[in-house]
């Protein structure tokens, strides 16, 4: 698994939660020049992208996300970040890491739950 991301759970509608996805040894020489997207795959649903950021830090988001969601990354750790606030139902899904094109293999994500 070249991408595994963690920090995913049960969380009440409102709350907050911070994803990691740290990569491999395998691309450690490259990460830092790699773009890196965070996508979510929901229940009986597409998975889709909900942000980006490119190798310079400057990022994207999806519409659904943007204001709530922030992406951030450490070329040292080898990671990227996702930090979710005032997260609703609607964000339940299994979210991953990978390049925005010309992916890698996929990791098994990170499952978060969003519930009362």
């Known amino acids: 698994v070249q991408l595994q991301a963690s920090g995913g759970g049960l969380v009440q509608p409102g709350g907050s939660l911070r994803l990691s996805c740290v990569a491999s040894r395998a691309i450690f020489s490259v990460f830092s020049g790699y773009d890196m997207g965070w996508y979510r795959q929901a229940p009986g649903k597409q998975r889709e992208l909900v942000a980006s950021i490119d190798t310079a830090g400057s990022t994207t988001y999806a519409d659904s996300v943007k204001g709530r969601f922030t992406m951030s990354r450490n070329n040292s750790r080898k990671t990227v970040y996702l930090q979710m606030n005032s997260l609703n139902p609607e964000d339940t899904a299994v979210y991953y890491c990978?390049?925005?094109?010309?992916?890698?293999?996929w990791g098994r994500g990170t499952l978060v739950t969003v519930s009362s």
């Open positions: 990978n390049r925005p094109s010309r992916f890698l293999p």
